[in-house]
């Protein structure tokens, strides 16, 4: 497996951060942050065979380390990745290459691009919120919260298999979880939102088999990770894989925007 890494291209100009600062590279295209770089330069080897499907990546200290940049960059990279489909995050295991997805470009239509506002602001509070609530829960989790978790997962896992609707299990899932942080307001403020807080009941476009037939085993996999860490009662691990899994559809939905709003990229793509 490779675990090689490479520098930041020669031809790209850019400036050490003191620390603390922002970073922000220049290139021909303009202004993009660090994080973007470094996603695409793996995302490109990825593409052209220099990383392979089943293949490790640099631990998140090695990514550090070679890059010269903060946690904070690689962690954000590596979401991109995940997004995107070519990676996958095993906790405790490392971040392996996926086979390369083969798909249309996520281009959203006039009223889903309105749309996507509202489901970012959506999942900005989200992340916020359930990332704490998943620690909480892997604090005070019971037996029944456990098996409830369960159930939902299942009943996704089925419903998945025969081609119904999970939309209804994804939110049981999440609400499980809030509920077993034993503070009634975690699960009163999802239940105000109920299946509006999952983005694909709102954004079909780019969640059909055509586009991405893995992205609900992907979902399923998130969630997995997530009961995992309830379940062994760790709360560091357990807002990680909650912060991983909502920053992905974030991310997600921020390529569709961008692709949307720019026709020329999703052509290119």
Known sequence: MSTQTSELPQSTAF?????????????????R???????EEFEQKIRQGLLNEGDKLPTESELVRSYDVSRTVVREALSKLQASGLVETRHGIGTFVLPAPVRQSPVLNAHELSESVDVLAVLELRISLETEAAGLAAQRRQTAHLQAMREALQAFEHNFALGNETVS???AFHLCIAQATGNRYFQ???QHFGTLLIPRNRITSIHTPARDPDYLRRVNREHEEIYAAIERQDADSA????????TNSRERLRLAQRLSQQPELGAAS
Do not use: F, V, Y
């Not at 807002?239 to 909502?246: G, K, T, V």
């Open 239 to 246: 807002r990680a894989a909650m912060r991983i899994h909502l």
């Open 33 to 39: 942050s660090l994080a973007n770089l470094l996603s």
């Open 15 to 31: 400036l050490l951060p003191t620390e603390g600062s922002a970073l922000r590279i220049k290139t021909s295209r303009g202004s």
């Open 188 to 190: 009163e403020i999802l």
């Open 169 to 171: 299990h994804d939110l």
